[in-house]
């Protein structure tokens, strides 16, 4: 069974992002990337089920310009057996990227798809569910436990009320949690024998399909500074101040 595991390109989780001057956009120069956290999870979980012998290939894939191979390598390093890039230089959608991973997985035919349950950056939890949707696939969502037994996955996954456990019917689409696993780290015997290892890239205009953004950013721009806190002498003047200034009782 082949399992492929799309990854996203972003901003390591450790750096403070803030605007440009011009309000354009995030200000990412110099920035370090790094692999969207959930991502490595979905990484990691792949490379578990090829060491259990439950799968014999692990695919990373990715959709974006062509720095994305970085990543992709590292994919590689983590345990992945060869990665593909879907290269574009637009600022893909999660509804661009679904299309580019659908016309993927027809072509490679995995048996499960594992996706991080969002990125880090734009935070839309979109781009599982549209794919499901695309490809009329089952899906198990926010998943902390994924177990595969006889032609199916069994997926624990967390909701507001706890933990729900759904089987699916494999070819089936899979997205993680934090509390699914904890990511290994790439060792330098293996970086240096993922340089070696398969990297294609793809143009997205030769999938024929249309990653164009439906969505024009007007502005972006800090959040702005909270006022200082004072500190109060007594109970009388707080109660005085959140009725008087604050107005947040009566």
């Not at 507001?160 to 456990?165: N, S, V």
């Not at 060792?187 to 439906?214: E, F, H, Q, W």
């Amino acid at each position: 069974m082949k399992v492929l595991v799309p990854v996203k390109r972003v901003v390591d989780y450790n750096v403070k992002v803030r605007a440009k001057s011009d309000e354009t956009g995030p200000d990412l120069s110099n920035a370090k990337m790094a692999i969207n956290p959930f991502c490595e999870i979905a990484i990691e979980e792949a490379v578990r089920l090829k060491e259990a012998g439950v799968a014999e290939e692990v695919i990373a894939v990715s959709v974006g310009s062509s720095a994305s191979q970085e990543q992709l390598r590292t994919c590689l390093a983590l345990g992945a057996d060869r990665a593909i890039l879907v290269e574009t230089e637009e600022e893909a959608e999660p509804l661009g990227v679904a299309k580019a991973l659908k016309a993927i997985v027809e072509k490679e035919q995995p048996g499960l798809i594992i996706l991080g349950k969002q990125a880090i950056d734009g935070d839309s939890n979109q781009t599982g569910q549209m794919l499901g949707a695309l490809l009329n696939y089952p899906q198990g969502t926010f998943a902390s436990k994924v177990e595969v037994v006889n032609g199916s996955v069994e997926v624990t996954r967390e909701i507001d009320g706890g933990l729900q456990t759904v089987s699916l019917k494999l070819p089936a689409i899979v997205t993680t949690d934090l509390r699914l696993n904890e990511p290994r780290y790439a060792s330098l015997p293996n970086i240096m024998k993922a340089k070696k290892k398969t990297l294609d890239v793809i143009p997205a205009s030769d999938l024929s399909i249309d990653v164009t953004p439906r969505i024009n950013t007007l502005k972006v721009s800090p959040p702005p500074e909270r006022a200082a806190g004072i500190i109060v002498e007594s109970i009388d003047e707080l109660v005085d101040k959140l009725k008087n200034e604050a107005k947040v009782i009566s």
